[in-house]
């Protein structure tokens, strides 16, 4: 059991306004009325302080550290790539920057876990038979593809989980299954639009509008026939490079 105060420290905490809570017999955790607190009964209890929550979509789960892992601790930190949705270490040695979010406990991480997928869906055990690619598993665990642009349009996502990591899987969903996005980078395969054999940007998108748009101009494109048929996703050679190159 981790994170336990002793009862001075317990006493030093209800002075300074902080909550403390005691394990009850039943294995629950109470709150210690300061008013009517018995020291003496400190001594015995399991003390700690209680934990601090944030809230998704309306459940409360506890809040990831404010404080830097230090050398010993436990770190757990938020993992979709993963069947069980997170990933632990034990840090071996003190950190002054560390961009994740993380928890102490198994238990705690795994109740965020299960909040983030009964608000957003996805059971995250049955990916059929065969060789699942990495991207399909996370989109599936996530509930779909639909389910995923929700999750990311949440205030403040990117201080829960590893958002930028379920933007990089959804991007190579997209170029897996030929959808595209506002911000995506592509390339003409038309011979209507061979002149420009940069890599695009799309500006604007909807059925039969597309504006893409380079560098140095900008132009719009019309058409009744799947967008497929006239652009496609940049590999990363290609953004890298700067323009489209030949796909073998």
């Known amino acids: ?13 209800l002075e300074n306004g902080e909550k403390v809570e005691y394990l009850e017999d039943d294995n629950k955790w109470n709150l210690i009325d300061k008013e009517f607190v018995v020291i003496s009964a400190l001594i ?7 934990p601090q929550t944030i809230t998704i979509n309306g459940i409360d789960v506890p809040a ?4 830097m892992p230090k050398k010993g601790d436990d770190v757990f930190t938020l993992d979709f790539t993963r069947h069980e949705g997170c990933v632990s270490w034990t840090c071996q040695s003190s950190i002054n920057t560390f961009s994740r979010d993380w928890w102490r406990s198994e238990d705690e991480i795994k109740q965020v876990v299960a909040a983030l997928r009964q608000v ?9 038979r065969g060789v699942v690619k990495f991207y399909e598993r996370v989109i599936s665990d996530f509930g779909g593809y639909e389910k995923c642009k929700d999750i990311l349009s949440q205030p403040n ?28 980078k ?7 639009f061979i002149e420009y054999q940069g890599v695009l940007n799309i500006d604007f998108i909807d059925k039969f509008n597309l504006m893409l748009s380079d560098d140095s ?7 009744i026939c799947g967008w497929g048929e006239i652009i496609r ?14 796909v073998r």
Do not use: W
């Not at 015995?44 to 209680?50: A, E, G, H, Q, T």
């Not at 990831?64 to 404080?67: A, D, E, H, R, V």
């Not at 957003?120 to 059929?128: N, Q, S």
């Not at 592509?186 to 209507?192: C, L, W």
């Open 186 to 192: 592509v390339v003409s395969i038309n011979s209507a």
């Open 120 to 128: 957003f869906g996805g059971c995250g055990e049955v990916f059929g």
């Open 44 to 50: 015995d209890c399991k003390l700690r302080l209680k």
């Open 157 to 184: 996502i990117d201080f829960i989980m590893n958002a930028q990591g379920l933007r990089e899987h959804m991007l190579e969903y997209r170029r897996q299954h030929n959808i595209f996005e506002v911000g995506d």
């Open 233 to 246: 996703h940049a590999t990363d050679e290609e953004i890298k490079a700067g323009k489209r190159l030949e």
């Open 1 to 13: 059991m981790t994170n336990l105060i002793s009862g001075k420290e317990a006493l030093i905490a």
């Open 64 to 67: 990831p550290q404010k404080n």
């Open 217 to 223: 101009k900008g132009f719009e494109v019309n058409a």
